[in-house]
């Protein structure tokens, strides 16, 4: 008898331990913690404005980040965004636990090849009134355009990654998010 227990405890670890091998928590607000920055457009002269926090309700502690994102004197985002380190080439992409205001946000990588300022890698996702965790694929993230781009790579080595940003960007509006959880898969 003990040795059928044994049997199938072995099997049942073997059937989900390469599934627990495969997520990396970067921040569950319990016991990993990433160290979080809110800024906003104005470092460039722009006029949106956050406001970053953290929040409990239900049980479920996370971050808030809401405000007024304006492209007025070429502006046109809101973001917080922590360092973060790579080391595994197996990742295929993050998993947030997210919610908002319906609608669309992104995740922002800079790596060690976008040095300037207006040079990352953008993926974006889309939120809903519900708490849902949202798969975003590294084949996802598309490098940023304008001046300079020509420098970056077209595609990144996720163990060049240096920091990761959950944005608002590119229009006028209320960006309102929720974010409980951010892990690699």
Known sequence: MIGLIMKNFIAI???IF?????TKVIDNLDDKRA??????DQVMGGVSEVEFSEKSEEGISFYHMEGNV???NNGGFIQFRADLGIE???FKGFRIKT?????EYYLFLRT???RLPWLYYGATFKTSEEWQWIEV???SFKKSGGRFSRFVPEEFNPTTVKNVGVVAYGKDFYADIDVAALELY
């Open 13 to 15: 670890f073997i059937l």
């Open 18 to 22: 390469p599934i627990l091998g495969m």
């Open 35 to 40: 160290q979080w920055v809110p800024f906003t």
């Open 70 to 72: 304006s492209t007025e």
């Open 88 to 90: 595994d080439k197996s």
């Open 99 to 103: 919610r908002g205001n319906g609608e």
């Open 112 to 114: 060690s090849k976008t």
């Open 137 to 139: 694929p590294f084949s």
